[in-house]
């Protein structure tokens, strides 16, 4: 294949007349009507018609526009409470009580499929704990205890846990995995710490946070308790089908993130490697700003790439080609630094050379391997989110209530980063509970509005 330079990549290189100058101006926050989903619409007919004179000019007949579109924003409690009476008889002679008939969609239960959603939602998708939502529920004059909160999202769980089952063995046969783990804290374990120290087992908790990357599609996983990532991915691939390739394992270079019993192309994250000159910038300036510099340049291409739309083999020789000499000088350097004494191995700077040329391989194979990503922002972007239900509820009072949030976290999530709204997706999973039992890979987030059209169409007759 003939390289010229970038702008042989999809014409990623512009010229000054193809190129807008001017700034775009800012929106200061507002957003267009077709970005919003709106409960109501509600159209106002004019007195006027099309074809008629013009009231003002007497000459001119009216044409058809598009309507005005005038956005309103209603506030309300996130949760509300409805009272239904259904009158009572009783008979004067047997003394038999007759209730009036109410709609079928009425039932018995206090919390509908919505509201159990909704705390759902709330508590594993926004961090907001039961019992913070219980005091604005409150002030809002529709009392909710965190107690009845979690009662709520444990029935949700219930009619979720077989899709979540489904989405288990969707990630397991991916091509590619991101992931890495941070710590948790769950009461029940923490009680057993000393008994399990004495025993000269594993005391620490974590939650592993797995991106499977399936074609247009990525699941999002959770997995909290005492075991590292490594092990949680172990336990998602003996649910992989046994004819599929190794996939690509993304992560940074602790051991405990590989799987033992399974093998993996091993990817290592290029901003792990970059984090640990940054660290050091302020003691070794110029040693640190070269590498980190020509790191920027490998991410530059990168940016181009994604501009271009290129595909991953374009993608490939794109970098072999521009990004392979950059970092083979930052190899060069690292080696001329260690070899010449000028940096001591033992010192910082001189551990971030070591790291980067001792797991040179994994941070290079984006220069390897057709689609191999640059680094783990994906896992990284995904643990933030249990990062900060773990900064607003600090905890998870047992084991079962760690696989409740699990589970629920990692459908909400998988549902936002699949633009699928994950309150509508929660109810709708409830309503048809039945279904969703029966055919669990025809209800996951991406696929299951088709499936409700069929549902929901009124049978003839």
């Known amino acids: 294949m003939k390289l010229i330079g970038p702008n042989h ?73 409805e009272l239904h009476q259904p009158e009572r008889l009783r008979c004067s002679g047997c003394g038999e009580i007759i209730t009036a008939k109410m709609p079928e969609e009425v039932g018995e239960e206090k919390a509908t499929p919505s509201a159990n959603a909704m705390v759902a939602v709330f ?8 019992y913070r939502l219980a005091e604005i529920q409150k002030a809002f004059g529709v009392p909710l205890p965190a107690s009845s909160q979690y009662e709520m ?29 941070t710590g948790t804290k769950i009461l029940s374990l923490l009680e057993l710490k000393d008994q399990l120290k004495e025993a000269g087992e594993r005391t620490g908790m ?123 000088e930052i190899k060069t350097y690292a080696q001329s630094q260690l070899s010449s004494k000028k940096i001591e191995p033992n010192e910082v700077l001189g551990g971030a050379f070591q790291y980067l040329l001792k797991h040179w391989e994994g941070l290079t194979q984006f220069l390897k391997i057709p689609g191999a990503p640059l680094d783990n922002n994906e896992s990284e972007r995904l643990l933030k989110v249990f990062v900060r239900h773990r900064k607003n509820s600090l905890f998870y009072k047992t084991e079962d209530g ?26 709708i999973l409830q309503k048809y509970s039945k279904q969703v039992a029966k055919n669990p890979h025809l209800w996951l987030p991406w696929n299951y509005q088709s499936i409700l059209k069929s549902v929901e169409q009124p049978k003839p007759g």
């Not at 992560?251 to 093998?263: C, G, I, Q, T, Y």
């Not at 660290?279 to 510099?293: F, G, L």
Request: include cysteine.
């Open 206 to 328: 974590f939650t592993t946070g797995i991106v499977a990357r399936k074609g247009n599609h990525d699941i999002c996983l959770f997995f909290s308790g005492r075991k590292h990532a490594g092990e949680n991915l172990t336990d998602l691939l003996n649910r992989r089908s046994a004819n599929l390739p190794e996939p690509m394992q993304v992560s940074d270079a602790l051991s405990r993130n590989f799987p033992k019993d399974h093998f993996t192309v091993i990817i290592l994250c290029l901003i792990h490697a970059r984090r640990n000159f940054i660290d050091c910038q302020e003691a070794y300036p110029d040693e640190s700003t070269y590498v980190i510099e020509r790191i920027g340049r490998v991410y530059a291409n990168e940016k181009k790439i994604a501009e271009a739309k290129m595909t991953p083999q374009e993608r490939l020789e794109y970098h072999q080609s521009f990004s392979l000499p950059v970092m083979e």
């Open 402 to 427: 760690a696989r409740v949030g699990d589970t629920l976290m990692s459908l909400i999530q998988t549902c936002i980063v699949s633009d699928v709204n994950p309150f509508d997706y929660l109810t």
């Open 123 to 130: 508590r594993y998708g926004m961090g907001m704990p039961h």
């Open 9 to 81: 990549f999809g014409n990623i290189a512009r010229t000054s007349k193809d190129k807008d100058s001017s700034p775009k101006p800012k929106n200061h926050g507002r957003h267009g009507s077709d970005e919003y989903t709106f409960s109501r619409v509600t159209e106002y007919p004019h007195e006027l018609n099309p074809g008629d004179k013009c009231p003002n000019c007497e000459h001119g007949t009216l044409q058809r526009l598009e309507p005005r579109k005038i956005i309103r924003l209603i506030g309300q409690p996130s949760i509300v409470a």
């Open 153 to 181: 999202v444990e029935m949700l769980w219930t009619h979720v846990v077989p899709v979540y089952k489904e989405l288990l063995n969707q990630a397991a046969d991916s091509p590619l995995f991101f992931i890495d783990d």
